[in-house]
């Protein structure tokens, strides 16, 4: 399909909609094409959508294009979609069903693909989103025969090789889409590992049933007849990326695991000997490798805090000695930096402060920091001293004599002070 | 609309077939066979010889015919195989400009690419003969243990030929397809494939007219040809100790000991005792030598029973990836000249605990289960849907020279797997990935297949930024692979275009050698 072939008849506003059953979230995009995405809603027309994307227009028309060919969007005019010939039956009538006299939006009768089939790719495209045991259409408790069954049925009609050389226009990438899923729901529900995983995951996101409240929930999901009411998509999607990651391979999952549990014992040897950067890492490595282990998660918390301390430390050395060598500009930064890891030292915080408002670098930053230092410590003279002092040079003199006085008042012997107050 | 045929493009022999009236047969050539040698010949006068005809002439002209090169298809010149080969082979191996073995012969290096498609256009040649019309279209096996560069390799010769190649099937799987072709039955079988050059073995399940892969292995270094080194060498020891000569270095004498090996192995499947008789095979200063020796049928058994029992092991790292035990297979087909031989038959029988499916050819089912996927694929019937694997492991290099697999090796394709990976430096702003293909741990152990440099990533400390690789396999078995930082959304990806040891240029310019070629050779 292209651009200005698919306004069925011609005339009017174009307008995109998101294919039936397509999921945005299973597409790579840049954030701007992010953005382009979610402004489609099926009524914001095409020059619209060039006008508000992040985009030039071209490259919103090439980015459109490229989604329709992937079988993303479709092409509709606005008050198009209730047929004209009202009296056919709508859009979701089942395949079975007689074809309205209208296409549907997105059949193309020019594809070598049938009518049939193409309304069949959208109805099921529809229902990728649902539990795993629905996609292959067998009964959660279906044993490895009937799955089996299923997946060579369903790869009858939807794996790629059928369609050899064929011209499926947007087709081509949805059937294989489909494929894939029902390769994954079928990977999944034959390894009795994963399918554990897949009813328990089940099990714990399915909202309790309401008519046997005294069963307990762990037989309720596995006892759930097929059509029970399918659980909330995103948790459904949470829990897909979760097992996809898992693969077919328990075996693979083990050894991640293995893998974590080796950096989070190296990590806590680390943290004993405290290494506390090294501990950290390796810690965040365990997490990364088993991101479902709580223990890690909150060892990690305590290491996390001696890491950034011993951070911070490390870039205040650096700093003091950027600063010894005027190298004030790297000082500064470096003092930001640590500043990042010890919002609670008000010394530090009074310390950047002074120094950006001495580089005449932004003197809001330097105020922020310099009233952080108040906060943190109101009873010290300097630090209002100093916060006064860069009110004074951003021009804000009620504010800067408000300090001052504070300073002065904190310490009447503040001879640089008194000295800002008369020049003001 | 053309044909599509189907090409067994073996190490010893190559053998092609087509669908006839929804029938399956294979093409005999000019001579009546149904197999051709994939031997390729340059006489002393220039002539280029392929098939039945450089094989007769192979003793005479050793250093000018060249044969089992698949062994080399697709290899580095430093891989360990090709060093084998350049120890044992008659011919010249070079080392070639993009650093890949090529096959020295009457005063030119050919590329194991060319070879293999000098044998690929007379296979299309026998085919065109038979029907009396072009063929353009082929689908082509190759071991399944065949890596991309071997495969991209044999597709790249191919199109040499003139050929397009809808695709590179697995021998065992296009067994397998021959054996379901036309079978209503549920069934589970094995497939054991000793060839020439390879072994491999492969489970797959049959079902509703849709043919699974469940699992497959193999070794491309093992096969028949191995049985007769044994045999050759055997000869050589034996004749060193009663003569005193080493047979070693002389062409034209290993290549007389190595027909008679194979002779002998291949007479040994029916009889318990063989003659090998070769006069004047050396001479010194007492005048020609003879040899003559007889060889059992338990002596050749003691000789390669290590060989035997190494497939074996194959087999059962099999059947776990398939997850099955030997009784769990209905049917074993036995694929491949060399499973002629009784020891092998009986060490089959023994491990899965039945007798071997007798109703295939060896030599021919690989070609007719590659006809009948070419007709599956473009036919509108479509009553056999073949779902193929990809027979090796895919996934990234990491931290401490480590192989992260993404995609398992069997797995069915088309697929798409993807997972989260991170820094392991801290301020770390670009990661570079590294795609590679095999099944050791070492990353520097697999094959790399390409690679891409992800930049821009947030500085922040090691383990933070979150990087998502996916890879994805469509059905032709292209790999594409991104990387993307999911908290700034850059991404980079690239196609795994899978390389032979040929670039685009050097394509070119053979198939506008050959055609000069065949000009010449009709003029």
Redesign the interface.
Known sequence: MRLGKDGSSGGGERVPHLAPGCDPASL????AE?YLLSRIDGNTPLSLLRQIAALPAADVDRTLERWVKEGVLVWDKPGARPAPQASAPPTSTPPSAPRPAAPAPGIDPSLDLSVEMQQRVIDFEACLDRPYHEILGVALDADAKAI??AY??L??QF????Y??RNLGPYAARV?RI??KV?EAYELLSDPATRVEVQRGLGAEAPPAPASPAAPAAKAASAAPAGAPPPDPAAARRLRARL??L???HR?QQERRLKAKGFFESGMAAFKKERWLEA??SV??A??FDPDNESYRSAFSDVQRK?HEE?ARALLKEADGAFELSDYKDALRLYEEALHYRAFDAELSHKTGRLAWKLGADLRKAKEYAMAACELAPDNALYHRTLGQIYKAAGLAANAKRELQTALRLDPKDVEARQELRAL | MSRVIGIDLGTTNSCVAIIENAQPSVIPNAGGYKTTPSMFAVTQDGKRLVGHLAKRQAITNARNTVYASKRLIGRRFEDAEVQKCIELCPYGIVRGQNDDPRIEVGGKAFTCTEIASIILREMKRVAEEYLGEPVQEAVITVPAYFNDPQRQCTKDAGRIAGLEV?RIINEPTAAALAYGFGKKTDEKVAVYDLGGGTFDISIL?M????I?VLATAGNTFLGGEDFDRRVVNWLIEHFAESDGIDLRGDAMALQRLKDAAEKAKCDLSQREVVEINLPFIASDGNGPRHLSIELSRETLEGLVHDIVADTLKTVERCMGDAGLSSKDVDQVILVGGQTRMPMVQQAVADYFGKRPHKGVNPDEVVAVGASIQGE???SEE?NL???DVTPLSLGIATFGGHFA?LI?RN??V?????????T?R?NQTAVKIRVLQGESETAAENDLLGEFVLTGIRRA????PEIEV?FDI??NGIVSV?A?DLE????QSITVNATGTLDEGEIQQIIEEHELYEVQAKG
């Open positions: 790579s995009l840049t954030p992010g089996k069954s060579f049925g790869s009858k794996h790629p090789d059928r050899f050389r294989e494929f894939k390769l996809s990651s693969g077919r391979h693979a950290a890492g965040r490595l997490i990364a890491a951070r | 809808l399940e079902s509703q007219g849709v699974e599956a694929l473009t479509q849907l073949l779902l697999k398992e797995t069915t088309p697929v798409r797997k993807a997972h989260i990976f991170t392991t801290d400390p090691k383990g933070e996916s469509d059905a991104s993307r700034t959304g850059k991404e």
